[in-house]
């Protein structure tokens, strides 16, 4: 069966830490893979996505980036976080549909 | 500008009533419509979803929506509702050519005992 994992499921970092957060499919192979990112009582925005290894596409201008290194492994990243990065970020990935992780929320002190 | 729209912000109903949680879609060509709902802290969990054919789509949880091409709508609704219903509920399409799913701002429904 298809699954999803992502990692961590609570991340407290400081002002100007770096950022790693990972995500990972199993049970399907060349899938869509997607970053989201929600922020305290809103929707949510679209930040990547990627149609294949080292595939990267950016929605919205931010100091966050993204890396696909395997098929199946799309990683959330960035090199100084900023107080506004805090909100829940979710994986997705969709072949025949879309399915989204557990989340990771995180806080940026 | 095109865009997903849930014009209800926040919905009470008491449990056993029925819901219905709107959604309206502004795209020239009809996109891939879903709906999915969020518990507190939780990740989305997929209700149904709609690409083409009957215009009435059954779901998970005793759920279902309705496709409306004239009214470029898409609501969701339930006969009863429960207390495990009370989530964040989010509408959300595919663009027809896209690959990425653009979300509606949500609908946080609470039940009343």
């Known amino acids: 069966s298809q699954t999803i994992h992502q990692w961590p499921a609570t991340l407290v970092q400081p002002v100007g830490s770096p950022l790693s957060l990972e995500c990972t499919v199993e049970g399907t192979s060349n899938p869509n893979l997607y970053w989201y990112r929600q922020a305290a009582g809103r929707g949510l925005q679209l930040l990547f996505y990627?149609?294949?290894?080292?595939?990267i596409s950016s929605e919205v201008p931010q100091n966050l980036s993204a890396s696909r290194p395997q098929d199946r492994q799309f990683i959330l990243s960035s090199k100084k976080l900023l107080l506004s990065d805090s909100g829940f970020y979710l994986c997705?990935?969709?072949?025949?549909?879309?399915?989204f992780g557990s989340g990771t929320r995180l806080t940026v002190v | 500008a095109q865009s997903v729209t849930q014009p209800d912000i926040h919905i009470t109903v008491s449990e056993g009533a029925s819901l219905e949680l709107r959604c309206n879609y502004s795209y020239g060509a009809t996109p891939y419509l879903f709906w999915y709902v969020q518990s507190p802290g939780q990740g989305l969990q997929l209700l149904l979803k709609?690409?083409?054919?009957?215009?009435l789509v059954q779901g998970i949880k005793g759920f279902e929506a309705e496709f409306k091409r004239s009214q470029s709508s898409f609501n969701l609704r339930k006969p009863s509702v429960h207390w495990s219903d009370a989530a964040e509920y989010f509408c959300a399409v595919v663009p027809q050519g896209a690959q990425k799913l653009v979300f509606g701002q949500g609908t946080r429904l609470t039940i009343n005992p």
């Open positions: 997705a990935w969709d072949k025949y549909g879309y399915t």
């Open positions: 709609y690409f083409s054919g009957d215009t």
């Open positions: 990627s149609v294949g290894i080292g595939q």
